[in-house]
């Protein structure tokens, strides 16, 4: 099993920044990604930013620029800095990781609890 501990977010304001950071344990061989989406009310589930295992990043277009990914591969943590943040990045942002874990070498994905940003003034 694979437990994600999520810390960051809360109530910022326009202009303002955040980071949000996540610990990855548990049977863990190896990790193909570590990265955050985030849910709006009404809206579906968004990619905001992933990075994998080689260093490759993804951004979400809405984010790029103002956003930064970074990885600690030995201490199994992501974290992501948001930065001039606008009312449109209020959503709840759940740390997302595939991992192959032990015993099986199975790949699966995994969730965090998610925790909440508002962007507000």
């Known amino acids: 099993q694979v437990q994600l501990v999520e810390s960051g977010g809360g109530l910022v304001q326009p202009g303002g920044s955040l980071r949000l950071s996540c610990a990855a344990s548990?049977?863990?061989?190896?990790?193909?990604?570590m990265g955050w989406y985030r849910q709006a009310p009404g809206k579906e589930r968004e990619l905001v930013a992933r990075?994998?295992?080689?260093?490759?990043?993804n951004y979400a277009d809405s984010v790029k620029g103002r956003c930064t990914i970074s990885r600690d591969n030995a201490k199994n943590t992501v974290s992501l800095q948001l930065n001039s943040l606008k009312p449109e990045d209020t959503a709840v942002y759940y740390c997302n990781v595939e991992v192959i874990v032990r015993p099986t070498f199975r790949q699966g994905r995994y969730w965090g609890q998610g925790t909440q940003v508002t962007v507000s003034s």
């Open positions: 548990g049977s863990i061989f190896s990790i193909n990604y």
């Open positions: 990075v994998f295992s080689d260093g490759r990043t």
